[in-house]
């Protein structure tokens, strides 16, 4: 199971993200701006919403690619880590008018940076990737549809960097851990006309130990009296919560979806000083005679804390953030499209584009200027029964 993990993601990545998780899963849902907590798109709802699957009038296969090239800059000099491809797969099964089963499995959310061969910037190279399962059950009574959806979270984590001094070099960092955990997803759905739907959805923390990493990454700084202890190896992916609106007239959808991103309260985010995160995005979607065009727009702001730096504890925090992992994304621009080809065949694509975002902060290397741009292209294919 590892090594397929790994094969199927690739090297050191940074996705078009709010932190560390994607805007969006599947085609449809990325090329609105990641909404989908109130809007049906098909099999790729299975955890945007596990409610919305009770909405499938058939079987239906998803599956797709996606191109992250992140452009990640320190002081000019840019990350190696600058292109992956993420694999998804989505099924969504109806029994009858009112039960309907999915599963899922695709990457969800990592970063990293590679700068490896720049001593000025301590050699850093670090890679977070974390891939999910979810089977998942809906169930429609009228107006009305909930869906639940275990979760099983893969994860591996890699910090590496060189301590530069008079004895010469001393690289620091034991190698990737890897580590799996549970959690699940609940969602809600309400019709509250034929054209206009609500949807609630909550996920929840999923524990997550990548032993040797953040202790050992840390260690160093503790031997130079800049942190009292080493931090612990322990990085949850947070909890979430959000609602969305979904409103249809003509050929046309209009979608927005609010997320609240619990980093300040998730193990190892909470000691680097994340904060919680609101997510908001907006999507609109043309589709008639199976043809669809979409654009969307997704903001939320940095969730990294900015320390002045003036100590040596704010500085270190500053360096392992921002040199390390600078997850800084605010703004994406999204489009997309589709068409069927075939009676049972659907192809689709998106673009997300995100502008740089550029901080400057005080490390204990120096001012450090980081800029980070992302661009993805995705592709599926989907199949009705």
Partial sequence: MKKV?????????????????????GAKSRAMGGVGIATYF??????????????SKNDQVDFGATLFMPTVKANGKKSDA?????PEVFSSMPVDGSWAFGVGMFGAAGMGVDYRGDASLMDARTNLMLMKFAPTVSYKADKFAVGVAPVIQYGSLDIAYNMHGMGGIN????????????????????????????????????????????????????????????FADDLDQPAEYGLGL???????????????????????????????????????KYEKNGTWYGVGFNHATNPITKYAGTTPQGAALNLFNYLM????????????????????????????????NDVTVNTTIGSLKVEHSETSVAFSMRYDF
Avoid: C
Avoid at 82 to 86: E, P
């Fill in 171 to 230: 690289q620091v960092g034991s190698g990737s851990s890897d580590h799996f955990g549970v959690g699940f997803a609940v969602g809600f759905s309400y019709d509250i006309n034929p054209d206009f739907r609500l949807g609630l959805v909550y996920k929840s923390k999923i524990a997550m130990t990548y032993n040797q990493t953040l202790s050992v990454a840390s260690q160093p700084f503790v031997t130079l009296g800049v942190f009292p202890s080493a």
């Fill in 325 to 356: 992992f600078p997850a800084t994304s605010e703004n994406h621009f999204t489009l997309g499209a589709g068409t069927e080809i075939t009676k049972h065949v659907s192809l689709d694509f998106d673009v997300v584009y995100s502008p740089s």
């Fill in 42 to 55: 098909g099999a790729e709802n299975v955890l945007v919403n596990p409610a919305l699957i009770s909405n």
């Fill in 5 to 25: 993990v790994l094969l199927a993601l690739g090297a050191s990545m940074l996705f078009a993200t709010n932190g560390d998780s994607l805007i969006g899963l």
């Fill in 82 to 86: 600058d292109m992956s491809i993420m």
């Fill in 246 to 284: 979904s409103y249809d007239i003509n050929s046309f959808n209009f979608s927005f979806d609010y997320k609240k991103i619990k980093w300040g309260s998730a193990k190892g985010y909470k000691d680097f000083g994340w904060k919680d995160q609101n997510v908001f995005a907006l999507g609109a």
